[in-house]
């Protein structure tokens, strides 16, 4: 996918001096070998300079990532570890970065082969609170050689997302429709996190459709269109102004984007949008979303983030959604209740207009917007991309700023039922367990918004981690809690449905 950066993790091996360095050394080697056995060579860079011991050393180290492209980073503890170099690197190196330690390997050699790095990062996590510094340190931080490769892995996407992020702008266009004011932005957690945000106009970006009229390369996005369509092709009259929109997007996006490399978009969608560029953008958007560039509906400009951050963490197209209506009871039981491990209050359906990608959709068509063809001429609402979600694992999540400033998340995984909607849009019948609970006490409880991003697989771990690695409170980063594990504002003499 476009738009989400390339990782590649630098692989420092450090030694405190009164431990044999030859120990890190060979522990460094076993440790790369067992990765790129495994993974391959793309994603890491043994740094072979040294051993990193002290502050000239780690001046040294830091050159040599520099020069070797490095964009992430790892401390191994081959042994204990010097812990006030090992945290100036950490501190030092513009970048995502980790520390795993390496375990004793056997009982024959702990003696003259002892590392003691299980001690080592005690001392490290002290250092690197003392220095204030963000580092993501696995579950279990010690291992073999091949434990510590599994880990290293697990932070490439962790790491991936904390690249893009520090590289991201988010290009919204107009305020929020009325009556949206759910999807407030306050906009300074966006620079606290490094992230940058252009506002404009929706008079901006409909000059400039209107300077794309007749641009030469719309009949070749027809054509793709038509290609993805196929038989779902029901508005082919409108593809010519849906090409030269997407077209528009793509320019805006290359001209605007300035010093960032990766972008984000929050869009307008209403009301006036359908009666001036005479359709609506769902389609469109969930082109781009599959390149890799999410779009978010209504101007939702921490939809459109947390759609950025599931892209990086999942490597695969993301949709946002509306946490739209309840299943209903017959629905249930014909074809949920008894088939499936789920209570009827932990399903509900998300919905959107029509943004969800056609790959992530169980056949689709291109239709007209009902909604708001109640209150529109049919012929301006046309673009949608309507079909039930596919079946499968999901995670639902979402990164907000409060009204007052403060960053929350929640995450939670689950599935999409195979269970047809017999509605409209772009919509799915979606469970997740305990989400009467998380409704009531997350959802509504902190005041989210009704879009939810989600992710086409499980990535709750993951997301976690980003979440944790942005300094998001942990209080503050929600899920799912199982039975019997209440939520701070759970009443603990409810009556259990």
């Known amino acids: ?217 719309i009949a070749d996005v027809v054509k793709d269109m038509v290609s993805e369509l196929g038989c779902g092709n029901k508005k082919p009259e409108i593809l010519e102004k849906l090409a030269q929109y997407e077209l528009t997007l793509l320019d805006w996006i290359e001209n605007h984007k300035g010093s960032r490399k990766y972008v984000a978009i929050a869009g307008k969608c209403w009301p006036a949008f359908q009666t001036q560029f005479g359709f609506v953008p769902c389609y469109v958007n969930s082109r781009l979303t599959g390149m890799g560039i999410p779009v978010s509906c209504e101007v939702d400009i921490y939809g459109a983030l947390s759609e950025y951050i599931g892209t990086c963490v999942s490597q695969d197209i993301v949709t946002l959604l509306d946490i739209n209506n309840s299943v209903p009871a017959d629905m249930y039981k014909e074809s949920i209740e008894g088939k499936f491990p789920y209570t009827h209050r932990d399903t509900f359906m998300g919905f959107h207009c029509g943004n969800t990608n056609a790959k992530k959709l169980n056949g689709c068509e291109m239709r007209n917007q009902m909604i708001m063809a109640r209150s529109l001429p049919e012929e301006v609402t046309n673009g949608t991309l309507e079909g039930d979600i596919l079946p499968g694992d999901i995670t639902f999540f979402r990164l907000q700023s409060t009204s007052d400033g403060l960053l929350r998340a929640y995450v939670a995984e689950g599935e999409v039922l195979p269970v047809a909607t017999r509605s409209f849009g772009a919509i799915g019948v979606f469970a997740i367990s305990e989400m009467g609970r998380f409704y009531r006490n997350v959802l509504i409880e902190k005041n989210y918004p009704h879009h939810g991003a989600v992710a086409f697989g499980h990535f709750g771990r993951q997301l976690f981690e980003v979440f944790r690695y942005m300094d998001v409170p942990l209080a503050d980063i929600d899920f799912n809690q199982p039975k019997g594990m209440l939520y701070q504002s759970e009443n603990p003499f409810s009556k259990k449905a």
């Open 1 to 217: 996918m476009i738009n989400i950066p390339e990782v590649k993790i630098g692989i420092v091996a450090v030694s405190r001096d009164c431990f044999p360095e030859s120990l890190s050394v060979d522990r460094r080697k076993r440790l790369v070998k067992a990765y790129t056995e495994k993974y391959g060579t793309d994603n890491i860079y043994e740094c072979p300079i040294c051993i990193v011991e002290s502050e000239i050393h780690m001046k040294q180290a830091l050159f040599d990532m520099k020069e070797a492209g490095c964009n992430a980073l790892c401390v191994y503890l081959g042994n204990f570890g010097p812990e006030i170099a090992e945290t100036m690197l950490a501190k030092y190196f513009e970048g995502p970065k980790m520390f795993a330690a390496a375990a004793e390997e056997t009982q024959d050699n702990l003696v003259g082969g002892r590392g003691d790095a299980y001690c080592g990062m005690l001392n490290a996590s002290y250092n690197l609170k003392l220095r204030n510094i963000k580092v993501y340190i696995p579950e279990y931080p010690v291992g073999t050689a091949e434990e510590c490769a599994d880990m290293i892995h697990e932070f490439l996407p962790i790491a991936r997302a904390i690249i893009g992020l520090s590289e991201l702008k988010i290009i919204s266009f107009g305020p929020r429709p009325q009556n949206f004011m759910a999807c407030n932005a306050p906009i300074k957690q966006l620079y606290n996190l490094g992230v940058e945000i252009e506002e404009n106009s929706e008079l901006d970006l409909f000059e400039s459709f209107q300077l794309h009229d007749g641009d030469a390369r």
